[in-house]
């Protein structure tokens, strides 16, 4: 399974995986759209850029799943999935940029969930494993 | 990680000092309440997830920290703080933390009297029902029909509820019965994000989603007649509860400020030993800076609860024939917030930041902050149960200011996860169960029900009985759900 889901009594903890640090990225903005949709019930009419800064990969995941929130809440959209274009090194640390597609939010056709509040610093982990595999880990506050 | 508590009473256990704690962890708790929180601390949770037994101890290390660091009888593990914790800094050499506060900056509970019984409301239970869910925007990204201009939305951050009273969104006397009158001074707008107040703007007079709710309650119980006859409640009565907080905006100042205080912790270089526990000096910029947009978060929830309390209102009296103005507020209190208060500590008054994540401000008698009709018994704390379950209210009592700075539980505190959750209840089944009880649920969201399942979460009964019993707060009265509307 690409991404699943951990149990922590009062969030919800999300780990994803990847072949590649993109598609772990990926993986893991999947995993907490799914906690606020059934995104099989959402389109991608709308393309919004996702693009995000931080001193390092761990706190970078964070920016990245805030940002998406962030977006999501601003223009009123549900989002289905993102692509990731790059994650490079800057001198202060890793630049990411990426497009996440959806629609207009639409409460009555959209398989609605719970509300995410934020990602936290809590449960962080980035693991680059021996078998090539890229995994990382947060806690979502909902 | 093994974590010693020591038995200090029948109801409050200690995690003695050691290392580089500063102070004592505190928690209170009775046998059956401690013995899950030990053994979770001693297993170290698979992911990584702290144990909320350890969250207390690291809070322990924070600089400036006073007298303990305290879990209330709600304790369960959050992110950095645990969920219950109480935590007082110094207020020139402490610092203050994201974490101490959470995303949902001043969620809280608003509790409004009718003048209606239980009988008199049970024929019209369906409708009042189905008006709330209609009149009260509800759900994940919910809007609400008033709609504020950036300058406006600045003008309700600097001024809270009085800002929404004077729109005609309620009764100015709404004002007197709320924490610091729905306004905290020190709101600074220039230092929360456009983005916030973006996010904000369609969004005031909703309830959001989660286990956020609004519900038609009644008085099943009192155990204290003379504060209950104070509070004006009495047995059979029926009150509205309203549980919901600062929604995306406070959302958003989490979110900036968690990476703001993650730079301001290495510049700084405060000890923290988890990095879920970014915090900043609370004289520093980024801490004042940080405080201030809490304040106008804070302002943001309190008027969000008055805009809601309106619409309650209007739909209770057009279902009951009842006036709207004979809807009177008992109490509105927050339970996620940072804020500075005067308290008395090792004997002497000082001023101290007080952090309550999930722990609900219980100020006792005789203090100036409490309305002056409940000032002979402190102002009405308010504790929500869950969908099935009972809520309360209690009073604050000089045991409880001297011991936790004047703060009680929440609610009843999950013990199952979410996940778990979902496994174990289907949202439609227990929509059933909760009708064969008499309760009528609105929801949006049928998995979003399943996840706030009563059985999800502990035991609300014991958990007020633990703090009455420790003597930090007293049990007024005990409500029981009618109806219930969830996002």
Same mark, same amino acid.
């Given at each position: ?7 922590? $009594? ?53 920016? $990245?799943?805030?940002? $998406? ?34 629609? +207009? ?19 962080? +982990? ?17 | ?12 256990? &200690? ?5 580089? !704690? ?23 949770? /698979?992911?990584?997830?702290? /144990? ?9 290390? #924070? ?9 209330? %009888? ?41 003048? #209606? ?44 509820? /009085? ?15 709320? &924490? ?63 549980? =919901? ?57 309190? @008027?969000?609860?008055? %805009?809601? @309390? ?6 209770? @009296? ?43 401000? @219980?100020?006792?008698?005789?203090? &100036? ?79 979003? #029900? ?14 007020? &009985? ?15 759900? !009618?109806? =219930?509307?969830?996002?």
């Amino acid at each position: 399974m690409p991404y699943s889901y951990c149990e922590h $009594v009062s969030d919800i903890g999300i780990r994803a995986e990847g072949p590649d640090l993109k598609s772990a990225f990926n993986e893991g903005v999947s995993a907490m759209l799914n906690v606020m949709f059934d995104t099989s019930t959402i389109g991608e009419g709308e393309v919004r850029e996702i693009l995000a800064e931080a001193p390092e990969i761990e706190t970078l995941f964070v920016e $990245v799943l805030n940002e $998406v929130l962030s977006i999501q809440g601003l223009d009123e959209l549900a989002f289905k999935r993102i692509e990731t274009f790059e994650i490079e090194r800057t001198a202060g640390g890793f630049r990411y940029s990426g497009i996440a597609f959806g629609e +207009k939010f639409d409460r009555t056709r959209h398989g609605v969930r719970t509300e995410v509040k934020g990602a936290t610093y809590s449960g962080l +982990k980035y693991n680059h494993g021996a078998n090539g595999t890229h995994a990382l880990e947060c806690v979502l506050d909902v | 990680m093994r974590i010693e508590v020591k038995k200090i009473s029948d109801f409050v256990w &200690e995690i003695p000092r050691t290392g580089d !704690m500063l102070v004592p962890g505190r928690i209170y708790a009775d046998e059956e309440t401690i013995a899950p929180l030990v053994k979770e601390a001693a297993s170290g949770k /698979p992911g990584g997830l702290t /144990p909320a037994l350890v969250q207390v101890a690291n809070v322990a290390t #924070l600089p400036g920290i006073q007298v303990a660091s305290i879990a209330m %009888a709600d304790i369960h593990p959050g992110y950095g703080f645990a969920i219950g914790g109480v935590a007082a800094f110094d207020a020139e050499k402490g610092v203050v933390s994201v974490a101490g506060v959470g995303f949902d900056i001043n969620c809280g509970v608003r509790v409004l009297k009718t003048p #209606l019984t239980r009988n008199e409301i049970e024929p019209v239970k369906e409708a009042l029902a189905n008006q709330l869910f209609r009149d009260v925007p509800s759900g994940v990204g919910s809007t609400g029909e008033i709609r504020l201009k950036e300058s406006e939305i600045d003008e309700l951050l600097v001024k809270g509820s /009085p800002f929404i009273v004077e729109r005609g969104y309620g009764l100015p006397e709404d004002l007197e019965y709320t &924490e610091g009158g729905g306004c905290i001074k020190g709101a600074d707008p220039r230092n929360v994000s456009s983005r916030a107040k973006q996010r904000q703007f369609k969004q005031v007079g909703t309830l959001g989603s989660g286990n956020h709710y609004l519900e038609v309650q009644y008085i099943e119980e009192i155990y204290d007649l003379v504060a209950a006859g104070i509070y004006g409640l009495s047995k059979g009565q029926v009150v509205i509860s309203i549980h =919901c907080g600062s929604r995306a905006l406070g959302h958003q100042i989490g979110t900036d400020y968690l990476k703001t205080l993650e730079a301001a912790s290495r510049k700084y270089g405060i000890p923290i030993r988890d990095r879920e526990l970014v915090c900043a000096p609370i004289t520093s910029t980024e801490g004042k800076k940080y405080i201030s947009a809490v304040n106008a978060g804070m302002n943001c929830a309190f @008027a969000n609860r008055q %805009a809601i @309390a309106h619409l309650a209102r209007g739909a209770f @009296a057009s279902v009951t024939g009842v006036r709207p103005e004979s809807v009177r507020m008992l109490y509105d209190v927050a339970h996620n917030t940072c804020k500075f208060e005067t308290h008395t500590v090792n004997g002497v008054e000082k001023k101290v930041l007080i952090h309550r994540k999930g722990a609900t401000r @219980a100020f006792g008698p005789g203090r &100036e902050e409490v309305p002056e009709a409940y000032r002979s018994v402190g102002h009405p704390l308010l504790v929500g149960g869950t969908m099935g379950t009972a809520s309360y209210i209690l009073r604050g009592t000089e045991k409880g200011m001297i011991e936790c700075f004047g703060s009680t539980v929440h609610g009843a505190g999950r013990s199952l996860s979410r996940v778990q959750s979902k496994r174990q209840w289907r949202g439609a089944e227990l929509l059933k169960e909760l009708a064969e009880k008499g309760i009528i649920i609105r929801s949006g969201s049928m998995s979003g #029900l399943a996840e706030e399942a009563p059985g999800a979460y502990k035991d609300v009964d014991r958990v007020v &009985e633990i703090m009455h019993r420790a003597g930090v707060n007293r049990k007024v009265a005990r409500l029981r759900p !009618m109806v =219930c509307v969830k996002g």
